[in-house]
Nanobody, 115 residues
Framework: QVQLVESGGGLVQAGGSLRLSCAASGSIFSINVMGWFRRAPGKQRELVAA???????NYADSVKGRFTISRDNAKNMVFLQMNSLKPEDTAVYYCNVFADYNDYWGQGTQVTVSS
């Protein structure tokens, strides 16, 4: 079983920055893809960014050039640096890890961007 603990959400003005962190712990043999999803009010959950073990990344078009995903394989952590934040980035952000052929989710952290 894998537990994910997220941190770093909060309230920020438009144009500001936040950094999300997610730490995976538990009985882990191998983590493959780590990523971040978000769910805005009234919308479906969407992929924000993902990073594979080798470092290949994938971003939603809406965040390209503003967000950067990174990971620390030694510590089983994934990060999301969010710059130039916009009000439309307001959402609950969820850490996601695909490990040992299973999908795991964090509890979510609220990001609110004021205009």
């Amino acid at each position: 079983q894998v537990q994910l603990v997220e941190s770093g959400g909060g309230l920020v003005q438009a144009g500001g920055s936040l950094r999300l962190s997610c730490a995976a712990s538990g009985s882990i043999f191998s983590i493959n893809v780590m990523g971040w999803f978000r769910r805005a009010p009234g919308k479906q959950r969407e992929l924000v960014a993902a990073i594979a073990t080798g470092g290949n990344t994938n971003y939603a078009d809406s965040v390209k050039g503003r967000f950067t995903i990174s990971r620390d394989n030694a510590k089983n952590m994934v990060f999301l640096q969010m710059n130039s934040l916009k009000p439309e980035d307001t959402a609950v952000y969820y850490c996601n890890v695909f490990a040992d052929y299973n999908d795991y989710w964090g509890q979510g952290t609220q990001v609110t961007v004021s205009s």
